[in-house]
């Protein structure tokens, strides 16, 4: 029997996880969606359990103790789990910023605009389809 697909979400607002979290949950039955508002939270379960997917915010809250960025997070992620697709999203369009974090392991980024909750799903399926294949 296959194991539930699991997704992790990491934001500062947890404003923001919890909409995810509500529109995952409705849109991807089966799932198991896991959240954090802490990167040392997430980077000590991500030791523990490799989840199919991370979605994680850019700007993260700058007075969590261990002062990453998202594309700080991205490193760490990369070095603890080379094979998870990670989609990173923030509501900062900025080109170089995007292309860095391609270049440093991103599977994929998504602006956090008025569309991004109606493509999240979609893009969340085509990920961890992807990575199953």
Do not use: W
């Not at 850019?58 to 261990?66: F, H, T």
């Not at 391609?102 to 980024?109: E, P, V």
């Amino acid at each position: 029997m296959k194991t539930k697909p699991y997704i992790y979400i990491i934001d500062d607002s947890i404003f923001n996880l919890k909409s995810l979290q509500k529109k995952l949950t409705d849109s991807l039955e089966g799932f198991n969606i896991r959240t954090f508002n802490s990167t040392n939270h997430l980077l000590m379960t991500l030791k523990l359990r490799k989840p199919d997917l991370i979605l994680a915010d850019y700007v993260l809250n700058p007075s969590d103790v261990s002062k990453m960025n998202g594309n700080d997070l991205l490193l760490k992620i990369r070095e603890l789990s080379p094979q998870v697709p990670v989609i990173m999203y923030s509501s900062s369009a900025d080109s170089v910023m995007q292309k860095r974090l391609i270049d440093n392991g991103a599977t994929d980024f998504i602006a956090l605009d008025e569309n991004f909750i109606s493509k999240i799903g979609d893009l969340c399926k085509q990920c961890i389809s992807k990575n199953e294949a």
